[in-house]
């Protein structure tokens, strides 16, 4: 008689090594999850729709004669200043949707497949690049309606550089959804920071109008340096020094912030 000996007591944890080339996948995956809940809740996309829109017109014909003396040459110096805060601005949602669906318990759920920790926090910052994509071709669409006539090729690359930075300032949001506890706290700490950011830079008036100390901050605020890398490619097609001061930013942001947040995710995710 032959006896088996069974090990009783052993439970073998899942396997969770993964692949680069499986988490990208995972991640692309994640993305389109995202992309679904736009389409079943549309009104998600209200911000980027709605706000381009209404702070174009709005900014242009309240301070478009006091500024530049007429609309036609205001335009030129407002759509990039709108285009850098709606973009910018929307990528706080980030933060937001991540802290909802943590608190909701989502995240729970994927903890139990074998896939990477960090594919879903990658996938939902790569879902809200398609909300940047729409904010930045609606932007462009009503300043085109209202006269404006930028360079083709720098309307492009202004729309990938707005993209690049604002999904490498989604990290930063993405932390602080995984650190707060609460979505409105999440969302009502990064308006707190992305708000003086935006209006305190060259975005709506110019510069020299300011006072000194204001200046000085002005001209030091990344914000600005994006909006003049974009004046210049859209109104003159010119790469400069500004395009690259923010791409090396993003590059900052991301090689600091990318792995601050991919921790903080995975601690909550244990």
Avoid at 63 to 83: C, E, K, N, Q, T
Wanted: net charge positive; hydrophobic share 50%.
């Amino acid at each position: 008689m032959t006896t088996t000996s069974i090990a009783i007591g052993t439970v073998r944890e899942p396997q969770r090594s993964v692949s680069l080339a499986q988490t990208v996948t995972q991640s692309f995956s994640f993305a389109y999850r995202g992309l679904i809940k736009v389409r079943r809740n549309p009104e998600q996309l209200f911000d980027v729709v709605l706000q381009p829109i209404i702070f174009t017109l709005m900014f242009t014909y309240i301070f478009g004669g006091a500024i530049s003396g007429d609309i036609s040459s205001y335009l030129p110096v407002i759509i990039p200043g709108i285009l850098v805060q709606t973009v910018i601005t929307t990528s706080i949602v980030t933060g937001t949707q991540l802290r909802e669906d943590m608190n909701k318990g989502v995240f729970d759920r994927f903890r139990s497949l074998p896939i990477a920790r960090i594919s879903p926090l990658a996938g939902a910052l790569l879902a809200d690049v398609v909300r940047y994509l729409i904010a930045s071709v609606i932007t462009f669409a009503v300043g085109f309606a209202m006269g404006w006539r930028p360079e083709l090729l720098g309307v492009l690359g202004s729309v990938l550089l707005v993209l690049v930075c604002s999904f490498a300032v989604s990290w930063i949001f993405a932390l602080m959804g995984c650190l707060v506890k609460k979505a409105s706290a999440v969302q009502g700490i990064s308006m707190l920071i992305m708000f003086p950011l935006t209006f305190m830079s060259n975005a709506f008036v110019p510069v020299d109008t300011m006072p000194g100390w204001l200046q000085g901050f002005v001209n030091v605020n990344p914000i600005s340096h994006l909006i003049t890398a974009i004046r210049e490619l859209c109104n003159d097609g010119h790469v400069g020094t500004h395009v690259v001061w923010s791409l090396v930013g993003a590059a900052v942001l991301v090689a600091v912030f990318a792995p601050l947040a991919v921790r903080a995710y995975i601690r909550n995710a244990k």
